[in-house]
């Protein structure tokens, strides 16, 4: 079964904060990928970051770091200095590629900053 | 400016029509997406496409029917069968199979 799991249903913070946003995976494919979007209130969904299976690097992109651990099935979204601007509820997915195609998503993580 | 365009922003229907949702790209991407979104959940596949007159049921697809007639439209019509309709609608497409998707605006349904 593949499923994508992130437990935080919102997380509240103060600006300046860095927050982290929890996502766990389930797949049996040896081959998959990993997303994060984001969905601000005007509803459009707003890719963030792809991410394979062979490719276990952290990456940074400005405030924001993710950290993809295969052996807990992890693919952790941090945001460094969080600002008003980054709330949004932000959603993790999983493709296989075997499947090629569908997007499974987390039910998302409401993040609300506050200033 | 390329990207993706849904229509209407938000749709009213009464109980029993049938409507359709618009989806457009200029993104010259060959697959293209549609998900439900209900209210505190994740997104739902309903159907997709990977290339012109070729598509395939996603988790949710019963009640709903699409058609592929053009690289980059893929309407969504959404029929008196689907039970409980009221929902946000996004369309997505990518480059190819597997790539990353990028999502439209969305479209409200609500069902009076």
New interface residues.
């Given amino acids: 079964a593949q499923k994508v799991t992130q437990a935080q249903t919102e997380i509240s913070v103060v600006e300046k904060e860095d927050v982290t946003l929890d996502c766990v995976y389930e797949t049996r494919d040896t081959t998959y990928y990993l997303f994060w979007y984001k969905q601000p209130p005007s509803g459009e969904l707003v890719f963030l970051i792809r991410r394979n299976s062979f490719d276990e690097q952290n990456e940074i992109s400005g405030r924001y770091s993710w950290n993809f651990q295969k052996s807990t099935s992890s693919f952790n979204f941090t945001i460094t200095a969080s600002q008003v601007v980054d709330s949004a509820v932000y959603f993790c997915a999983l493709m296989q590629r075997q499947a090629g195609t569908a997007l499974i998503f987390g039910k998302g993580t409401t993040l609300s900053v506050s200033s | 400016d390329g990207g993706i365009t849904q229509s209407p922003k938000y749709l009213f229907r009464k109980e029993g029509q049938n409507v359709t949702l618009s989806c457009e790209q200029n993104l010259n991407h060959d697959?293209m997406?549609w998900?439900r979104q209900d209210p505190?959940?994740?997104?739902?596949?309903i159907y997709?496409s990977?290339i012109v007159n070729d598509f395939?049921k996603?988790?949710i697809a019963e009640g709903y029917s699409v058609s592929r007639e053009k690289k980059e439209s893929f309407p969504l019509t959404v029929t008196s069968a689907q039970k409980n309709p009221t929902a946000?609608y996004?369309c997505?497409s990518s480059i190819a199979?597997?790539d990353?998707?990028?999502?439209?605006?969305?479209t409200?349904l609500t069902v009076l």
């Avoid at chain 2, 505190?40 to 596949?45: E, F, I, K, P, V």
Wanted: aromatic fraction near 22%.
């Fill in positions: 697959a997406y998900y505190g959940q994740g997104l739902r596949l997709y990977q395939q996603g988790d946000f996004l997505a199979r597997g990353e998707q990028f999502f439209g605006p969305g409200r």
